[in-house]
């Protein structure tokens, strides 16, 4: 009887699906968990039932040290930290052009080209990167992804 529908533990299944499981659960005890005892509470109850269907602990344990370790506060507030500059830095400077897909289509360089040419860097007129919105800051778009 599967009650946690946990795969069986020689499954034909990839070795890599049994690490994502682990990885998966644990994400998400720490993830809805708030407190430091509920937390260990349940990677221990999760930690059992493996056990109980039939996982090692020689295989389990090292998976489970490696994945609480990725999963602590400090890792979490770094990978969130690291993130938030990425994503900060990536935004701010793109504009996305999303088109349904045809063989006729031009490729997406010639739309970033004439990006470039018409709205990045043109003759005549300001470029967009100079101009303001109107809260008075400054346009900070210099690509267009397709």
């Not at 860097?121 to 303001?132: F, Q």
Request: charged share 20%; net charge positive; hydrophobic share 35%.
């Amino acid at each position: 009887l599967n009650l946690y529908l946990y795969i069986p533990p020689h499954s034909a299944h990839p070795p890599d699906v049994f690490n994502r499981i682990i990885f998966g659960q644990i994400h998400q005890i720490f993830t809805l968990c708030l407190e430091r005892p509920d937390i260990k509470k349940s990677v221990n109850q999760f930690y059992v039932r493996l056990l109980q269907r039939g996982y090692r602990r020689t295989d389990t344990l090292p998976i489970f040290t490696k994945v609480i370790h990725h999963n602590s506060p400090t890792m979490i507030a770094q990978r969130a930290l690291n993130q938030e500059s990425i994503l900060k830095d990536s935004k701010k400077k793109h504009v996305y052009l999303h088109m349904r897909y045809h063989p006729d289509n031009a490729p997406s360089y010639k739309f970033q080209q004439a990006w470039r040419k018409k709205m990045g860097h043109p003759k005549v007129r300001h470029p967009l990167t100079s101009l303001r919105n109107c809260m008075g800051f400054l346009l900070d778009i210099g690509r267009m992804v397709v």
